[in-house]
């Protein structure tokens, strides 16, 4: 059964550097997501993606974020100047009808 | 914007017993709840959703209800097992397949043995 994927799985990086997470959505899908999940807290949502540009996002998707996808097949979430409070669980979700499927995520810690 | 309130936080049942978990939206227009659970350090995985156009969906040992006039919908977990121990998230989506989901706030489920 396909499967969305993410790397890395965990990424250190030190404040005000710029990470990029990276995920391989179900291949027929059209839609994306990002959600974090600050440890021991919900599911919130970041940004929504179709057609090559952004649906939606939320508060938390300030000037700091940004989301491409550059291929066919990847789609990325890139943090400019990270801070303290970005270290969480970055989810990437992605479907094509109601179901949303995530991927197992990356834990980003920020020192 | 949607909110979506769950309770309770944490539940412990014994082996065998159900355990319920309620949640309430806000969001009359939204009309996809699904259920998720998550292990620890794990993706959410969904169990169980049901569409606004229907009452009531069963699968095994999962249900799950719907009051769209209350807005509050139901999980059930009939005759649990210790592998249900997990992290259960109610989620609410709003009109549109591009449509977010917005989280409860988690039942962390112990099934005691």
């Known amino acids: 059964e396909p499967e969305v994927t993410q790397t890395p799985s965990h990424q250190v990086t030190q404040m005000g550097q710029e990470v990029i997470l990276r995920c391989v959505p179900i291949s027929n899908h059209l839609y ?23 649906s939606e996002k939320s508060e938390i998707f300030d000037d700091q974020f940004s989301v ?12 400019r100047s990270t801070k303290l409070e970005d270290s969480a669980m970055y989810f990437c979700a992605s ?3 109601e179901t949303q ?11 | 914007g949607e909110n979506v309130e769950q309770h309770p936080s944490t539940l412990s049942v014994q082996e065998g ?10 969001d009359s227009a939204s009309n996809y709840f699904p259920w998720y659970k998550q292990e620890l350090g794990k993706r959410p995985q969904l ?12 699968d095994q040992r999962i249900a799950v209800t719907l009051n ?16 249900d121990s997990a ?16 989280f409860g706030t988690g039942t962390r489920l112990q099934v005691t043995l």
């Open chain 2, 87 to 102: 992290v259960y998230f109610c989620a609410a989506r709003g009109t549109g397949t591009a449509s977010k989901l917005t």
């Open chain 2, 17 to 26: 017993d159900s355990a319920v978990i309620k949640c309430t939206y806000s």
């Open chain 2, 47 to 58: 169990i169980i959703d049901i569409r606004s156009n229907v009452g009531e969906k069963k």
């Open chain 1, 95 to 97: 479907n094509t009808w």
């Open chain 1, 32 to 54: 994306f997501y990002w959600y974090r999940q600050i440890l021991g807290q919900k599911v919130e949502f970041l940004v929504s993606f179709y057609n090559n540009e952004i």
């Open chain 1, 101 to 111: 499927y995530f991927g197992p995520g990356t834990r980003l810690l920020v020192l």
């Open chain 2, 68 to 83: 769209k006039t209350a807005k509050h919908f139901s999980l059930h977990i009939t005759e649990t097992q210790p592998e």
């Open chain 1, 68 to 79: 491409e996808r550059p291929d066919g097949s990847n789609f990325t979430l890139k943090i």
